[in-house]
């Protein structure tokens, strides 16, 4: 099992920035591919970003790549999702995952590709 616990959301202005941390417990995290995904009222759950147990490997989303970075230290057993230049858009829920494949074969992506998932913390971006 691994617990994961979400931070850092809140209301911020449009062009502003927030980082979000997930905090990781239980089995061994630095095995785990982790992502991030975020979900808005009425909307399907979507991808943000992921990457792999070592750091060294990144996929984001399209709207997300020029302006999310993910990072992550296995020593805290913590990722990060560093957002900034915020849009009205990215007001949503944001959750933190656990992979439990390879980076090689995960479908980074893919809400069913990861097994833990977080409780979420609200990001609101306003105009």
């Known amino acids: 099992q691994v617990q994961l616990a979400e931070s850092g959301g809140g209301l911020v202005q449009a062009g502003g920035s927030l980082r979000l941390s997930c905090a990781a417990s239980?089995?061994?995290?630095?095995?785990?591919?982790m992502g991030w995904f975020r979900q808005a009222p009425g909307k399907e759950r979507e991808f943000v970003a992921a990457?792999?147990?070592?750091?060294?490997?990144?996929n984001y989303g399209d709207s997300e790549k020029d302006r999310f970075t993910i990072s992550r230290d296995n020593a805290k057993n913590t990722v990060y999702l560093q957002m900034n230049s915020l849009k009205p858009e990215d007001t949503a829920v944001y959750f933190c995952?656990?992979?439990?494949?390879?980076?090689?074969?995960?479908?980074?992506?893919?809400?069913?590709?990861?097994?833990?998932w977080g409780q979420g913390t609200q990001v609101t971006v306003s105009s």
């Open positions: 239980g089995r061994s995290f630095i095995n785990c591919p």
């Open positions: 990457i792999s147990w070592g750091g060294g490997m990144k």
């Open positions: 995952a656990a992979a439990t494949t390879p980076w090689s074969s995960l479908r980074v992506g893919l809400v069913g590709a990861y097994t833990y």
